[in-house]
């Protein structure tokens, strides 16, 4: 039983968007308005944020810690004070044992700013370890990295996202804005009605592709090769603003003699994307007074994928377009705080206010707001897919807590993530229902969510808003910012964790004050007068910056960065054993994990399938709805086949919000980013009409809920051998039948690990 205000205005739960939205009661049920005045979304919404409140009337949300008991394996219901006693006893111990790096944190770019912040504190402050990051990682960073080299400040979209409605091209690539923010994609509409054109670059030719003018369809992994291209024809053309590089660039030169050789005919080898398509998209962007540039997890979740960021960016630079009103290039964030999670903290290298943790300066200025001594922070610490797989190993932490994150379902190389899990001597989650993560750990603390807790989001815009509690929580929960300080608390931590999330936002203000994310203006009262506020916003007085750039850059010399970068192609190809390009997204219906959205009825859950070309169906027997099974070196999984001309012949789909997707995916790494490659690795497929598959997919789709308490397996005490990754290998793949059956009969690449070391995040 819930207890209401009436017509709050808040913001959905989900997706970068932040749609607003009100919330109403009716009778015993909360329901969803829109907020007609809230300018980003104007009080559109899609079924997922219309459907939001049946998250908070879950059957399955738990309400009581659980302890797992290591006799049986399975769950006790204990309370508050005895699990966080147990819980901060243990890490006490492992920390005297090991070092203070036995002990990591895991967070999420869900969380609001004050949880971002807290988390990070709590890990330099309480526990002092330096292993902590979040699942932005693997959203954000190829984006963010290339926008601090590029720019010298990373916001994801540097202006306001009605101003693509004014553009004059806008190019898209690698986004499936329709399905992941349909809200957003009237943009697209308003933007061809006003005589705009919209270019849609994605293997798949999705529902966004439906709203495009132009659709190239490259070969997977090789955007940054379309890239190269396109400014090799830019230049050829002579429509580089050569004023515009002088005057607010540096390092064209370079750039210009390093695409010379990309011409359009090798990019049509390496893309599968036609010559005559190059120069005509060149010929379009280089003809348009306004061009807009947008990249998502498409082109970013690639072991090159900051280069592949840094290359469009280029493409934009030459153009004249960045820094200049309607134009510039942007990044459409994924997760509902992915932008304001990679602010304040709670990643391996920084300090709050996008500070480096080793900037000597920040390190003062922080520790000043925290009362604590510089000299006892940490250092950097292990990017997020790094600090999981060393979780449990030699060497490697021993403890970790969890929060806001589902990583069985969402990290990449899953089964081998499992195995690091399962080897932990203490694994606590914080969450508000048994997901698959919960399901594993040693402790797990229900807490609030959503609609019962206050706090700053930071949306695709880089505006500052403000989730207002709606409901109170059921009796039994207890906020994430209260379990941080009931855990420092027990630990001894030598500052003070606030449990109110506007005083701790008044903190994150004060730390954040003259750092490059400065919020220091930015205050509850604010966000509410002014429908939120662009950061950066230093003073009480300043009005926010809601278009970056116009004067300057954000290098000392003002000037962006040109880089050349090059084409080194997906860590795996397809060879004899795997044929195929595999590569992950998403559904409308579903976010992320789907550990919230795949529990609301309304939504349905259609669950997992593989998305295949009729010249595969043909080839591996299978009809439209019947049963395949995908297979890399990584792990298999099985799911009904949809049949499709809108994908490639040499490339199969699977989404990612269920187990199996990321059993799939290659754990190689971007160099400075440290993103993953999720998004292309080889594959194989093949009727599933010899009965169960018995694969790690099928293993691990095993929690449910019963009477209130859910029903689990026991832990493994012994991890599996972490799989090899393949080497790269140099042989692109054009779009033909031929083409499909040429690569079956290659030989197969060498297993090698192809994960670059170092960490730059
Ligand atoms: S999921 Fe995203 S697009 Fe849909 S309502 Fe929520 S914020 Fe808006």
Redesign the pocket.
Known sequence: MVEQVEGTRTH?P??S???GMQLHRRGRETTVAAWEEFPT?QGA??R??WTSTALLRDRERITTPLVRDPATGTFRAAEWDEALDLVASRLADLQRRHGHDAVAVFGGGGLTNEKAYSLGKFARVALRTSQVDYNGRWCMSSAASAGTRAFGLDRGLPFPLRDIEHTDVLVLVGSNLAET????ARHLDALRRNGGKVVVVDPRRTATADRADVVLQPVPGTDLALARGVLHAVVAGGWVDQAYVDARTTGFEQVRRDVATAWPELTERVTGVAADDVRALARMLGEAENVIVLTARGAEQHAQGSDTVLAWVNVALALGQCGKLLSGYGCLTGQGNGQGGREHGQKADQLPGYRSIEDPAAREHVAGVWGVDPAGLPGRGRSAYELLDAIGADGGPKGLLVFGSNIVVSAPNAHHVSGRLDALELLVVADFVMSETAARADVVLPVTQWAEETGTMTNLEGRVILRRRAVSPPQGVRSDLEVLAGLAGRLGAPAGFDTDPERVFDELRRASAGGPADYAGISYARITDEHGVFWPCPADDHPGTERMFLDRFAHPDGRARFHAVSHRGPAEQPCGDYPLYLTTGRVLAQ?QSGAQTRRIRELGDEGAFVELHPMVAARVGVGDGEEVRVRTRRGTMRAPARVSTTIRPDTVFVPFHWVGANQLTNDALDPASRMPEFKVCAAAVEAASDGPVGGVADADASTGAADGLPTIRPRSARPPARPATAAPSASPLATSASAVDAAVTSPCAADADATPGGVDG
């Open positions: 959905c989900y997706c968007l932040q749609c979304n919404m899609c997922k944020g923010m349909p809200p957003a976010y």
